[in-house]
C-alpha cells in the first residue's frame, strides 16, 4: 500500500501497490553503472544530485551535478538505492543526495522516472534529459519553449573610494580619541590610520563617539594613544564608497580591475548603504585595502548575478546561456531573485562569471538533449513512465 506523508503523519492509503518510487528499477533486465578513470566512487557536487533523474559527470571525472552543458548528453541515471538523506527538520522523505556523498550513475538497464515533460509518452518515443535539473523529458515536444531574446549584464563598474583624508587632533583630557575635521572620504570602524607623526605605529578606529554624519566629522576612539595636532592623516580598511556606477554591485561580487590600493580579488560581502542597479552606495569587501584611494574610475565587479533587462519569451530557472564576455562555457540560470518572474528582472547563475559583461544579449540554448533511454510506457504528465536502454 502506499502511503504519502506529510511530516510523520500517512494521509492517504491505496487499494492497489504503486508502479513504484522514481528511480527504481522497473525490471530485472540486466544493468550497468559507469566507471570513474581511477575506478574510485562519484561524489555529488556543491549543489547535490536529485535521485530518479539524469546528472552530468564535471571535467574532474569524479564530481556529478544534477545539471548540464548545452550539447553534452548526460552521464547516467541516478538509481535509486536509499542513498539520499533527510537533512531538513521534520522531513518525511526526500530525493537528494548531499554533496560531498557517493553517487552511482547506472548506463544501461529499466527504470522508472517521472514524466516531467508536456504531453504524455508514447511507447518507443526518445527520452530527452533537461539540462537545467537532469528532468526526464518523453519526445522533443516536452522541452520548454526557448525565448527568442534577452538583454543581460553581468556586474559592474564603477568609480569608487576606500577610505579617507582628514585632519586631526588628539581629543582634549584622552590621548585614546581624536577630533576630526574636513573629512574626505569615508571613516569606518576598522580602518588602519597610516602612519603618521603623533601616532605610535599603525592604528586602527575603534569607535565614532560623536559626529552628525556617520564616517564624517567627529571624534573617534583609536586602538592607541597619539599626540596629534591638526595633522593631516589618512585611514583605509575594508570599506568601499562607490560614487557612480553602471551595472550592479552584488554581494559575493569579485573586485576585479581596480586602481592600486583596492584589493583585487576580494569580494563584496555586505551592503551598508545604498546599493541596487546603477545606484551609489557603500559596501565591505572580504579584503582590506593596502591604501587610502580619493576616488579611482573603472572598478569592476562581476559574480553570480545576471541583470536582464529586456526579454520576448519567458526565461526560467534551469535554463543554459551563452553570451560574449564573463559569461562562461556551462553557464545556466539557478534560479530568479527578484523582478518579473520569467521576464526582466535579477536572476542568479549556477557558476560565477569571469569578468565584467555590460549589456549585450544573451542566448539560451536548446533545453536539453536525447539520452539513450526510450520510453517502454504510457505515462501522463506527473506519472511514471519505464525507461530503458534494451530493445532500442
Given at each position: 500500500?502506499?502511503?504519502?506523508?506529510?511530516?510523520?503523519?500517512?494521509?492517504?492509503?491505496?487499494?492497489?501497490?504503486?508502479?513504484?518510487?522514481?528511480?527504481?528499477?522497473?525490471?530485472?533486465?540486466?544493468?550497468?553503472?559507469?566507471?570513474?578513470?581511477?575506478?574510485?566512487?562519484?561524489?555529488?557536487?556543491?549543489?547535490?544530485?536529485?535521485?530518479?533523474?539524469?546528472?552530468?559527470?564535471?571535467?574532474?571525472?569524479?564530481?556529478?551535478?544534477s545539471f548540464g552543458v548545452a550539447g553534452v548528453a548526460p552521464s547516467g541515471f541516478v538509481h535509486r538505492d536509499q542513498q539520499g538523506l533527510l537533512t531538513q527538520y521534520l522531513q518525511a522523505a526526500g530525493m537528494l543526495i548531499p554533496p560531498g556523498f557517493p553517487v552511482t550513475l547506472m548506463v544501461a538497464g529499466d527504470f522508472l522516472a517521472k514524466n516531467a515533460g508536456t504531453s504524455s509518452s508514447t511507447v518507443g518515443e526518445a527520452i530527452?534529459?533537461?539540462?537545467?535539473?537532469?528532468?526526464?523529458?518523453?519526445?522533443?515536444?516536452?522541452?520548454?519553449a526557448v525565448p527568442s531574446a534577452i538583454t543581460a549584464a553581468l556586474g559592474s563598474t564603477n568609480t569608487g573610494a576606500l577610505g579617507a583624508t582628514f585632519t586631526a587632533s588628539a581629543h582634549a583630557g584622552?590621548?585614546?580619541?581624536?577630533?576630526?575635521?574636513?573629512?574626505?572620504?569615508?571613516?569606518?570602524?576598522?580602518?588602519?590610520?597610516?602612519?603618521?607623526?603623533?601616532?605610535?605605529?599603525?592604528?586602527?578606529?575603534?569607535?565614532?563617539?560623536t559626529g552628525g554624519t556617520t564616517g564624517g566629522a567627529g571624534t573617534y576612539v583609536l586602538s592607541g594613544t597619539n599626540t596629534l595636532s591638526a595633522a593631516t592623516c589618512t585611514c583605509f580598511g575594508n570599506v568601499?564608497?562607490?560614487?557612480?556606477?553602471?551595472?550592479?554591485?552584488?554581494v559575493g561580487d569579485y573586485i576585479a580591475s581596480a586602481a592600486s590600493g583596492f584589493p583585487v580579488g576580494a569580494t563584496v560581502t555586505g551592503i551598508v548603504?545604498?546599493?541596487?542597479?546603477?545606484?551609489?552606495?557603500?559596501?565591505?569587501?572580504?579584503?582590506?585595502?593596502?591604501?587610502?584611494?580619493?576616488?579611482?574610475t573603472g572598478m569592476t565587479t562581476y559574480g553570480t548575478v545576471l541583470d536582464v533587462t529586456a526579454v520576448t519569451g519567458t526565461l526560467l530557472p534551469g535554463m543554459p546561456i551563452t553570451a560574449t564576455g564573463g559569461i562562461p562555457a556551462g553557464t545556466s540560470i539557478a534560479g530568479f531573485i527578484s523582478g518579473t518572474y520569467g521576464g526582466v528582472g535579477l536572476y542568479s547563475?549556477?557558476?560565477?562569471?569571469?569578468?565584467?559583461?555590460?549589456?549585450?544579449?544573451?542566448v539560451i540554448t536548446a533545453q536539453g538533449i536525447i539520452t539513450k533511454f526510450t520510453a517502454k510506457s504510457v505515462a501522463a504528465v506527473g506519472e511514471l513512465v519505464q525507461i530503458s536502454t534494451w530493445g532500442n
Open positions: 500500500m502506499g502511503s504519502p506523508l506529510i511530516g510523520s503523519f500517512q494521509t492517504r492509503v491505496n487499494l492497489n501497490n504503486p508502479l513504484g518510487v522514481e528511480g527504481d528499477f522497473a525490471s530485472a533486465n540486466p544493468r550497468a553503472t559507469a566507471l570513474t578513470p581511477d575506478g574510485g566512487a562519484f561524489v555529488a557536487g556543491p549543489g547535490g544530485v536529485t535521485v530518479g533523474k539524469f546528472a552530468w559527470v564535471a571535467p574532474d571525472g569524479r564530481t556529478v551535478n530527452y534529459a533537461l539540462y537545467a535539473d537532469g528532468s526526464v523529458l518523453p519526445g522533443v515536444g516536452s522541452l520548454p584622552d590621548s585614546t580619541r581624536i577630533d576630526v575635521t574636513a573629512v574626505t572620504g569615508l571613516l569606518s570602524i576598522g580602518d588602519t590610520i597610516a602612519n603618521v607623526s603623533g601616532i605610535a605605529g599603525s592604528q586602527t578606529i575603534i569607535s565614532q563617539d568601499v564608497k562607490i560614487t557612480a556606477s553602471a551595472g550592479l554591485v552584488s548603504s545604498g546599493g541596487g542597479v546603477a545606484t551609489a552606495g557603500v559596501y565591505t569587501i572580504s579584503v582590506r585595502g593596502a591604501s587610502y584611494v580619493a576616488s579611482a547563475l549556477n557558476i560565477p562569471g569571469t569578468a565584467y559583461t555590460a549589456s549585450g544579449t544573451v
